[in-house]
């Protein structure tokens, strides 16, 4: 299956994969910032904006792969959220097409328990729930999840809004299949086998992705980098691109 792709700059690729609910224009804001650095490739996950939805069975695996069928031979990979998952999926499957890894507010488990902290099974289900009922309704209620805590949440939520709002909306099923990676997969045991660099952006006040996810996994990823935007939520691109275009480039400077 053929993922949609928008490229725009030059220089060293950079793939983006957004988080759940949104599509590549996400990305529009920090993109500005990075395409006299990078060739941007800015993915429309399988389902999202542009792109035609994989069947329901899919999996991680096959979200990954059609990802990778559409990513240059090599590039750097960044991944917001579900997109950092995904991202470090494709890391772990296929390290020699991955030459730097940067999660944004993700983790390897987004669902809390065994003293894991994260989003509660019962909000996942409930957002699986409502799915059937009003799949758009869920996806404005997960925006403003993503943005509560920000010191500018309203204008996260509009920018969030406005960016989805520039393509098709996502397919049901699509986004009932990605709350099941979010509820389901679990990479902690393998974050070990990483063999590529590895940056991991957080926000101090995100409440799907707690900063103590952050000291846990700086445990599992010895060897990665870490740092937590003090006055940012689940968008730290959102609401402090200038920060976080910073780090990123700094990150794939050195790398090169």
Do not use: C
């Not at 983006?16 to 993109?31: I, P």
């Not at 990778?68 to 470090?88: C, D, E, F, H, V």
């Not at 389901?184 to 940056?199: F, I, K, Q, S, T």
């Not at 980098?225 to 940012?232: D, G, T």
Request: charged residues 20%; negative net charge; glycine residues 10%.
């Amino acid at each position: 299956m053929s993922v949609y792709v928008e490229r725009r700059g030059r220089g060293p690729d950079l793939v983006l994969l957004h988080g759940w609910g949104m599509n590549g224009a996400v990305w529009q804001g920090l993109a500005e910032l990075l395409e006299a650095d990078f060739r941007l490739h800015l993915v429309d996950l399988p389902g999202f904006g542009h792109s035609p939805a994989l069947p329901a069975s899919a999996g991680l695996d096959d979200w990954a792969g059609a990802v990778l069928g559409a990513a240059p031979p090599r590039a750097a990979w960044l991944g917001w959220s579900l997109g950092g998952l995904i991202a470090t999926h494709a890391a772990l499957r296929m390290p020699e097409r991955v030459g730097g890894l940067i999660t944004l507010a993700s983790s390897p488990r987004f669902v809390a328990g065994d003293d894991w902290p994260g989003i509660k099974a019962g909000v996942l289900a409930e957002f699986e729930r409502q799915l059937a009922e009003d799949h758009l309704q869920v996806v404005n209620r997960f925006l403003a999840l993503q943005a509560m805590g920000s010191e500018h949440a309203r204008d996260d939520i509009r920018r969030l809004r406005d960016s989805l709002g520039q393509k098709p909306t996502p397919d049901a099923g699509a986004l009932a299949a990605g709350l099941a990676l979010l509820g389901e997969v679990d990479l902690r045991p393998r974050l070990a086998e990483l063999r590529v660099p590895l940056l991991r952006l957080y926000g101090r006040l995100d409440g799907l992705v707690p900063r103590k996810a952050a000291a846990l996994v700086d445990e599992l990823a010895p060897n990665s980098l870490s740092h937590i935007e003090p006055r940012a939520s689940h968008a730290p691109f959102i609401s402090h691109p200038d920060a976080t275009a910073e780090r990123i480039r700094r990150f794939l400077h050195e790398l090169a």
